[in-house]
T-cell receptor
Framework: DTGVSQDPRHKITKRGQNVTFRCDPI?????LYWYRQTLGQGPEFLTY????????KSRLLSDRFSAERPKGSFSTLEIQRTEQGDSAMYLC????????????FGPGTRLTVL | AQTVTQSQPEMSVQEAETVTLSCTYD???????LFWYKQPPSRQMILVIR??????QNATENRFSVNFQKAAKSFSLKISDSQLGDAAMYFC????????????FGKGTHLIIQP
């Protein structure tokens, strides 16, 4: 296993379209996190899963955002009716429960909304 | 709520010299962890070093060390013998026990290494 992977790496879409991103964590990691990083800022927490359960959601996660981790393995993040303000890098990270403080990050998906 | 502040948007250092990146944080938690992450251009974020708040001894990883001042809520990163490959954005982050809310990051410091 080579680490956390994310797909696609880049996504360009038009305002109002729906987009979906995928994250594959390190195989034995049971915690999975989503972050958003805008230009010149540090990442901001969006949500996290422990196995298939979504345990926490940030106020940044509006109703247009939904995340799933159906079998406790990979996760998807969907943004409906995209807006220009959604343009950002979306980062995924994973960790083990017993080492929950050490998160391993994926390369991110860069979203551009035109 | 936790906050992390990095007051140096950019730092520059000569290759082989030592540089210190500053970070202050605020938390009401008694159990927390502090981290420095490195994000090279167009590459993924990697963990450089971490510090458990209950440990008094400063963490060290090869050329990287921290100065953890708990009372002052300060957590600086020292990079010794700077190398060209150290050039990157460096983010300070905090994490409280329990897993809620994920990591809280600062805005980052862009480190430039002058050859």
């Amino acid at each position: 296993d080579t680490g956390v992977s994310q797909d696609p790496r880049h996504k360009i879409t038009k305002r109002g379209q729906n987009v979906t991103f995928r994250c594959d964590p390190i195989s034995e990691h049971n915690r999975l996190y989503w972050y958003r990083q805008t230009l010149g800022q540090g990442p901001e927490f969006l949500t996290y899963f422990q196995n298939e359960a979504q345990l926490e959601k940030s106020r940044l996660l509006s109703d247009r955002f939904s995340a799933e981790r159906p079998k406790g393995s990979f996760s998807t993040l969907e943004i409906q009716r995209t807006e220009q303000g959604d343009s950002a890098m979306y980062l995924c990270a994973s960790s083990l429960v017993r080492h929950y403080n050490e998160q391993f990050f994926g390369p991110g998906t860069r979203l551009t909304v035109l | 709520a936790q906050t992390v502040t990095q007051s140096q948007p950019e730092m520059s250092v000569q290759e082989a010299e030592t540089v210190t990146l500053s970070c202050t944080y605020d938390t009401s938690e008694s159990d927390y962890y502090l981290f420095w992450y490195k994000q090279p251009p167009s590459r993924q974020m990697i963990l450089v070093i971490r510090q458990e708040a209950y440990k008094q001894q400063n963490a060290t990883e090869n050329r990287f060390s921290v100065n953890f001042q708990k009372a002052a809520k300060s957590f600086s990163l020292k990079i010794s013998d700077s190398q060209l490959g150290d050039a990157a954005m460096y983010f300070c982050a905090s994490y409280s026990g329990g897993g809620a809310d994920g990591l809280t990051f600062g805005k980052g410091t862009h480190l430039i290494i002058q050859p």
